[in-house]
């Protein structure tokens, strides 16, 4: 098993009422209202001093996304964040795991260069993500049309793969790119930096992701529960298709904190907790998929098996559910080193996920907290985590330089 | 009120590959009717115009029964222009007049610029297509029922109607499937900003003009009605007293007689 941390750099403080107040914490809220930008670089600071420690104390890898106008977590540009970690974990194992830049809302060949410089940076240790962006970002935030969404993602995704892989410069002729010649500095180290395709559970992407050998991901925050039929749909789809049932073709996003005792982590963490889902995502139902952001099957699929009626009951329960409430409706997995072992086992045993990544830090919790949390999961919890999948399976979808953890090169030899 | 009979027909365009249906009903003059964003329906205004006319009304690519992928077959607002004029040959009218609602006016002045001698006349009814800084058009896709009922609507018994509630879902999945994919079809072309240019080519629009608005529009105010009128040579408006966006449903009679007043028999 592959365990990550993924910290998302929100607003941390953000006004009691402020459900209340706002409509929504993406794309409304006004920044001038609600933030001061010393206390921002503030707390992008913080977010950086996190992963870094996460880094050190152990992790495998830390994820960085990308996301805009919004207080839930504002990092609009996740290489330049990136960037930084790749050059403060040099002398480290750890993959830089980007989930990363939006194929929508970035030029793509800007994202090809950017990723073959963090390989560059990290001496090959990207993971390159491949998220079209959320309708907030995508359509609402960049403009995108939403039925655009997807065609504008395989493209890019088609570009990117040849601009790193092609000997000679190339002309390409996209719908929505079209290059004379494609011939980008720098290349990544990695000759086929791992792919992973971030998902909400469309066949049209399960196909995407089967066709191109990638790894898929499902990033949420409603926990096993929301997340079983997808990844069930998941596997049964690779079955059809002929694919092993390798587990490292899959990631899979949970809400995680440790204390030392089930109580202890109760009582610190049980504000922020509710802060995150209440405040944090505080985002009206319908702006997760302006029309069309769902191609038509994905949209039937979900009108007529009851899924969009049970997200709506879902979404309105949250407003009222204490951090009791989100352990045992499964959504976090929070609690003493024990109970977050044994429920992190049962997790990716049941959905298969060979590639875990951790939403360690959550909304208005404090860097403090947030590596007491980082540090106590990496010395009690992730050392038997590791060995959940045995060694049958090869994970295709790390850095290779990553997989092993003797076979570590330092970066000047890496590089020489 | 009897309603008059329509019947479907299919067309076969853009090298067979997108297959609108076609309602076509009454006797008379033809009218070309183009819907707005939320997709057609036959209803009281279709009714009043085919007591007069011919009313040849398709459906915008993507939203009829099993064509939701031919919305990807035009990629631009060139290829939707090229595509109309396709359409109106196919369906074999001559010296046609256009009623464009909203989305389907912006089409409608759009096709009477580019071609101008196609046209015989036209109508615009709160037709979508300029933009002004100072009246910007608020973002309708990004809204969920009860904000779109509110800028689509004046009056909130009519909009009950027409509006899906919440529960939709369940109650009429096929209505809220339908709706939501003509949305995002329609969105493809105005999405964000429901401009493409029209007010550069306004001018090019020769066919005698009737702009008929609600004067309670809140989605497209009706100081758009004045950008229209003075950009087209040969243009009048007709302002329907408590109307909003939605003016074919809400005064469906009030506009339709201005209508067959303008067009004639």
Known sequence: MKVSFFGVMPHRELPDDFERRYKSVWVDPPFTELADPVRVGQYYNWTLDEYVHAAKAGFDGVCLNEHHQNAYGFMPGPTLMASALARETNHLNTAIVMLGSTLTTNFPLRIA?????????????????????????????????????????????????????????????????????????????????PVWIPGAGSASTWEYVARNKHCYCFVSFFGRKMAQNVLDGYWAFNDQYGLDRNP??????????????????????????????????????????????????????????????????????????????????????????????????????????????????????????????????TSKVLPQLRGVWGDEWENHWWPERCRDKPAVKSVERANA | MSAVTHRERTLSLWGKKINPRVFVGGEGRPVIFLHGAGGLLWDDFLDALAKNFTVHAPEFPGTSPGEYDAIKLLDDWHDLVVYYAELIDELGVKNATLVGHSFGGMIAAEIAAANPRSVEKLVLVAPLGLWRDDTPIPPWLSMNGEEMSEVFFHDKEVAKRFMLSPDSAVTHPDLLLAATWALACAGKFTWPIPDRGLRDRLHRISAPTLLVWGDSDKLVPPIYAEDFKSGIANSRLSLVPGAGHAIIHEKHSEAARAVCDFIGT
């Open chain 1, 113 to 193: 260069e950017e990723y073959a410089m963090i390989d560059a940076i990290s001496g090959g240790r990207i993971v390159a993500g491949m998220p079209p962006g959320s309708s907030m970002d995508a359509n609402q935030a960049y403009g995108v049309p939403p039925i655009e969404t997807r065609e504008r993602s395989a493209e890019a995704h088609d570009l990117i793969l040849r601009a790193w892989e092609s000997k000679k410069p190339f002309a390409f002729n996209g719908k929505y790119t079209k290059l004379p010649k494609v011939n980008i500095w720098p290349r990544p180290i990695q000759k086929k930096p």
């Open chain 1, 248 to 377: 490292y073709r899959a990631g899979f996003n949970q809400v995680c904190v440790v204390g030392e005792t089930d109580e202890s982590c109760e009582r610190e963490n049980a504000k922020h907790i509710e802060y995150f889902y209440k405040r944090s995502l505080h985002v009206p139902e319908h702006y997760w998929a302006l029309p069309g952001y769902q191609d038509y099957p994905s949209l039937e699929k979900t009108v007529r098996s009851g899924v969009l009626a049970k997200m709506t009951e879902k979404l309105a329960q949250f407003k009222t559910y204490k951090y009791k409430d989100f352990v045992n409706d499964e959504m976090i997995i929070a609690g003493g080193p024990e109970t977050v072992r044994d429920r992190l086992i049962d997790l990716s045993k049941r959905l298969r996920v060979g590639n875990l990544m951790l939403v360690m830090q959550l909304g208005s919790m404090p860097p403090e907290l947030t590596k007491k949390s980082i540090d106590i999961f």
